[in-house]
Protein backbone atom coordinates (compact mmCIF):
# COMPACT_ATOMS: atom_id res chain seq x y z
CA UNK A 1 0.00 0.00 0.00
CA UNK A 2 2.67 2.55 0.93
CA UNK A 3 5.04 1.49 -2.78
CA UNK A 4 1.37 2.33 -3.86
CA UNK A 5 1.57 5.79 -2.86
CA UNK A 6 5.05 6.23 -3.62
CA UNK A 7 4.42 5.80 -7.21
CA UNK A 8 1.46 8.10 -7.19
CA UNK A 9 3.01 10.66 -5.73
CA UNK A 10 6.04 10.09 -8.33
CA UNK A 11 3.75 10.55 -11.31
CA UNK A 12 2.42 13.34 -9.77
CA UNK A 13 5.79 15.02 -9.41
CA UNK A 14 6.48 13.87 -12.84
CA UNK A 15 3.39 15.26 -14.43
CA UNK A 16 4.11 18.81 -12.56
CA UNK A 17 7.72 18.99 -13.83
CA UNK A 18 6.46 17.87 -17.15
CA UNK A 19 4.18 20.83 -17.14
CA UNK A 20 6.46 23.12 -16.19
CA UNK A 21 8.93 22.35 -18.86
CA UNK A 22 6.10 22.79 -21.86
CA UNK A 23 5.34 26.38 -19.83
CA UNK A 24 8.28 27.78 -20.54
CA UNK A 25 9.06 25.84 -23.70
CA UNK A 26 6.72 27.90 -24.33
CA UNK A 27 8.45 31.02 -23.47
CA UNK A 28 6.71 33.36 -27.08
CA UNK A 29 3.32 32.22 -25.62
CA UNK A 30 3.89 33.52 -21.83
CA UNK A 31 5.77 36.72 -23.17
CA UNK A 32 2.76 37.44 -25.93
CA UNK A 33 0.63 37.02 -23.23
CA UNK A 34 2.56 39.61 -20.61
CA UNK A 35 1.98 41.64 -24.03
CA UNK A 36 -1.41 42.09 -23.86
CA UNK A 37 -1.77 42.59 -20.58
CA UNK A 38 0.40 45.56 -20.53
CA UNK A 39 -1.49 47.01 -23.28
CA UNK A 40 -4.89 46.18 -22.21
CA UNK A 41 -5.87 43.99 -25.02
CA UNK A 42 -7.91 40.86 -23.85
CA UNK A 43 -6.14 38.18 -24.69
CA UNK A 44 -6.18 34.73 -22.85
CA UNK A 45 -3.52 32.49 -22.13
CA UNK A 46 -5.23 29.32 -23.11
CA UNK A 47 -6.29 30.96 -26.58
CA UNK A 48 -2.50 31.49 -26.85
CA UNK A 49 -1.81 28.58 -26.17
CA UNK A 50 -4.00 26.39 -28.31
CA UNK A 51 -3.10 29.10 -31.45
CA UNK A 52 0.51 27.52 -30.69
CA UNK A 53 -0.90 24.04 -30.68
CA UNK A 54 -2.26 25.05 -34.02
CA UNK A 55 1.13 26.05 -35.59
CA UNK A 56 0.29 29.83 -35.98
CA UNK A 57 2.45 32.46 -35.99
CA UNK A 58 1.60 34.21 -32.88
CA UNK A 59 3.34 37.19 -33.36
CA UNK A 60 1.90 38.41 -36.80
CA UNK A 61 -1.86 37.76 -35.22
CA UNK A 62 -1.12 39.01 -32.10
CA UNK A 63 0.64 42.73 -32.90
CA UNK A 64 -2.22 43.03 -35.87
CA UNK A 65 -4.91 42.17 -33.06
CA UNK A 66 -3.32 44.87 -30.89
CA UNK A 67 -2.72 47.07 -33.84
CA UNK A 68 -6.54 47.01 -34.87
CA UNK A 69 -7.63 47.02 -31.38
CA UNK A 70 -5.87 50.25 -30.86
CA UNK A 71 -7.17 51.66 -33.53
CA UNK A 72 -10.52 51.22 -32.58
CA UNK A 73 -11.13 48.57 -35.37
CA UNK A 74 -13.27 45.76 -33.89
CA UNK A 75 -12.08 42.79 -35.42
CA UNK A 76 -12.14 39.07 -33.50
CA UNK A 77 -8.71 37.33 -32.81
CA UNK A 78 -10.12 34.13 -34.66
CA UNK A 79 -11.03 36.05 -37.63
CA UNK A 80 -7.18 37.04 -37.78
CA UNK A 81 -6.20 33.49 -37.49
CA UNK A 82 -8.56 32.14 -40.03
CA UNK A 83 -7.01 34.74 -42.23
CA UNK A 84 -3.56 33.92 -41.66
CA UNK A 85 -4.26 30.22 -42.40
CA UNK A 86 -5.21 31.16 -45.10
CA UNK A 87 -2.78 32.91 -46.46
CA UNK A 88 -3.60 36.48 -46.09
CA UNK A 89 -1.08 38.78 -45.43
CA UNK A 90 -2.43 40.76 -42.49
CA UNK A 91 -0.34 43.38 -42.06
CA UNK A 92 -1.80 44.78 -45.45
CA UNK A 93 -4.84 43.99 -44.17
CA UNK A 94 -4.51 45.90 -41.35
CA UNK A 95 -2.79 48.77 -43.09
CA UNK A 96 -5.72 48.88 -45.60
CA UNK A 97 -8.43 48.22 -42.57
CA UNK A 98 -6.59 51.82 -41.00
CA UNK A 99 -6.54 53.54 -43.98
CA UNK A 100 -10.43 52.76 -44.63
CA UNK A 101 -11.11 53.94 -40.79
CA UNK A 102 -9.58 57.47 -41.56
CA UNK A 103 -11.57 58.48 -44.46
Do not use: C, H, Q
Request: proline letters at 1%; hydrophobic letters at 55%.
Amino acid sequence: MVLLKNIIAVIGVLSILYFIIKLISNIDVVKLFMTTRFVNVPISFYELLFMKMRGVDLGIIVNTFIVLRKAYINVKLKELEVAWLDGINLEKVSGTLMEAKKK
